[in-house]
């Protein structure tokens, strides 16, 4: 049977919060013990393309990443944790893709469109060649790993289908080497900020983090967006158009959920009080992840390990492959 290999990963831009955490973190931790082999990568030469005026930036993410990894139940023994910029095997990829791509194929890719509308400010009225080229580098992370298996979210499988078109652009002129990889979109939800906006974001101000303190959850809580028509405690509130009551649901007991509702739409709970409920559940549901993390800032040198023994099995697995992609370019020059 063909090996189930899973990649995946994130831009180093900042540290993970809880709308990664249902996103895609919670299935990375299940999905690691379903497959043959399973890479996370941390993307720091993709996270550079749209902050190239920032390298400290991405540099000190990259530590925070790794650690929210860690600290939700990625475990280094089944995932292999590495850098994307120390593998120059996908560099060289990136480049070989370059000729298999038009550049009209890439300004239509609605990945990059809507990524180019949204970083006006970086970008101005002109967009780099890097960006516009990151779904040929993101081809070359997934193929150079013979990856089958890549889940991402929605807006990430305009990147994909254009990784199969090169795969098989690629296997039409040079022979089969390459394997087209699936999108997995994972059963998990996205889940909306604290102001109901539909995406969770630390431009949005929205977000609560895998690091945040329990003064931190509940200072954000306190702030988040409830039923605006509700006035007075006594006031018939609807739980529906609140953001505390949609959290309820996430992290607290179904019980305390449907109390929460019920009290809520007969007036007889004040907000206050509904959202100190709240701030604790998550406050504890979060504690666990919060401590191993402590504990992983407490011990760096434990996680420049994990990150560098990561690393290096990707190379040798990327080296591999890239042998056979010279080989059926005729680039393997001076073989004995
Ligand atoms: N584009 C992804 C993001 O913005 C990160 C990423 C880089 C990635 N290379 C990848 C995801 C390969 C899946 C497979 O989060
Ligand atoms: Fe929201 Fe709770 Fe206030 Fe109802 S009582 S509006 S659910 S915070």
Do not use: W
Not at 17 to 35: A, C, D, P, T
Not at 54 to 68: A, L, S, T
């Amino acid at each position: 049977m063909e090996k189930k290999i899973m990649l995946t990963g994130d831009r180093p831009t900042g540290k993970l919060h809880i709308g990664h955490y249902f996103g895609s973190l919670k299935n990375r931790v299940k999905m690691q013990n379903e497959v043959d082999e399973c890479y996370i990568l941390v993307a720091d030469v993709q996270a550079l393309t749209d902050n190239f005026n920032n390298p400290e930036k991405v540099r000190k993410n990259v530590r925070e990443v790794v650690i929210d990894y860690l600290s939700v139940g990625i475990d280094p023994e089944k995932a292999t944790i590495y850098l994307q910029s120390m593998i120059p095997e996908v560099a060289e990829l990136t480049v070989f893709y370059s000729n298999l791509v038009t550049i009209a194929r890439l300004e239509r890719n609605p990945t990059v469109k809507t990524e180019i509308a949204q970083k006006k400010e970086i970008f101005g009225e002109s967009v780099t060649y890097g960006f516009l080229g990151y779904p040929v580098s993101q081809a070359a992370d997934i193929t150079a790993f013979d990856a089958t298996i890549v889940p991402v979210g929605e807006d990430q499988l305009p990147l994909i289908e254009q990784c199969r078109e090169i795969v098989r652009k690629f296997n039409s002129i040079y022979g089969e080497i390459l394997r087209e990889p699936e999108a997995y979109l994972s059963q998990t939800k996205r889940i909306k900020g604290l102001d109901g906006n539909e995406k969770m974001g630390k431009s949005l101000g929205n977000a609560i983090y895998l690091s945040d303190s329990e003064e931190e959850i509940t200072s954000k809580v306190m702030s988040a967006v409830t039923d605006p028509n509700r006035i007075r405690k006594d006031d018939k509130g609807n739980p529906e158009v609140c953001m505390v009551a949609y959290y309820h649901n996430l992290f607290s007991s179904k019980d305390e959920y449907e109390t929460a509702c019920k009290e809520c739409k007969e007036g007889c709970r004040g907000c206050v009080a509904c959202k100190k409920q709240l701030a604790k559940n998550i406050s504890e549901y979060l504690r666990p992840i919060r401590e191993k993390r402590k504990y992983y800032e407490e011990h760096p040198e434990l996680v420049d390990e994990i990150l560098i023994k990561g690393t290096e099995k990707a190379r040798e697995k990327a080296k591999n492959v890239m042998l056979k992609v010279k080989e059926a370019m005729k680039l393997d020059y001076f073989k004995e």
